[in-house]
Antibody, heavy 126, light 105 residues
Framework: QVQLQESGPGLVKSSGTLSLTCAVS?????????WSWVRQSPGKGLEWIGE???????NYNPSLKSRVSISVDGSKNQFSLHLTSVTAADSALYYC???????????????????WGQGTLVTVSS | DIQMTQSPSSLSASVGDRVTITCRAS??????LNWYQQKPGKAPEFLIY???NLQSGVPSRFSGSGSGTEFTLTINNLHPEDFATYYC?????????FGQGTRVE
């Protein structure tokens, strides 16, 4: 069973860059899955940030696209999030998750976040 | 973006009850709908995909239905461990978005 573990600073200064890493164990990151970052804050609920495929292909939430970068390191079996120009609104619990492709009747296949890290709290300070 | 709206935001229930949560999409997403359960201090856990398919290991008292814009999560015979917050999420097209959650208390 794949396991994910987030790591990174819990405190980031306003206007700085938030950088987190997700270590994947129990499975290869270069499998046919997308790997995502999701954040959760009291005000905005669960918000998908973006995802990366092991080839390096990325897909970002348009609301954050100008500030976000997600990359993958196959040699370390991990992927990373960088979010620039952070403000207090970026304070949240950040999760990494695997987006698994599943066959489902009535669809051409769905993707769901089947495995999640425990989450890491990031606070943006002024 | 496709907006997901859940109702109610919270509900009170007792062990043994049948609970129904509704999720509406701002446009048709056919069956591209997933459900998650989240307990306090924990990450969300994946329950249902493709609107009605139970993820492996999820108890059969959970069921999902619907298509298009309206979906339902039903929990039959509510167990003590089912008191949690439930989220729907569409996987129709990026960006993937979640409902605001329904707290079962």
């Amino acid at each position: 069973q794949v396991q994910l573990q987030e790591s990174g600073p819990g405190l980031v200064k306003s206007s700085g860059t938030l950088s987190l890493t997700c270590a994947v164990s129990g499975g290869a990151i270069n499998s046919d899955n997308w790997w995502s970052w999701v954040r959760q804050s009291p005000g905005k609920g669960l918000e998908w940030i973006g995802e990366v495929f092991h080839f390096g292909n990325t897909n970002y939430n348009p609301s954050l696209k100008s500030r976000v970068s997600i990359s993958v390191d196959g040699s370390k079996n991990q992927f990373s999030l960088h979010l620039t120009s952070v403000t207090a609104a970026d304070s949240a619990l950040y999760y990494c998750a695997r987006s698994l492709a599943l066959a489902a009747p009535g669809t051409y296949g769905v993707r769901a976040f089947d495995s999640w890290g425990q989450g890491t709290l990031v606070t943006v300070s002024s | 973006d496709i907006q997901m709206t859940q109702s109610p935001s919270s509900l009170s229930a007792s062990v043994g009850d049948r609970v129904t949560i509704t999720c509406r999409a701002s446009q048709s997403i056919t069956k591209y709908l997933n459900w998650y359960q989240q307990k306090p201090g924990k990450a969300p856990e994946f329950l249902i995909y493709g609107a009605s398919n139970l993820q492996s290991g999820v108890p059969s008292r959970f069921s999902g239905s619907g298509s298009g814009t309206e979906f339902t999560l039903t929990i039959n015979n509510l167990h003590p461990e089912d008191f949690a917050t439930y989220y729907c999420q569409h996987c129709y097209r990026s960006p993937w978005t979640f409902g605001q959650g329904t707290r079962v208390e």
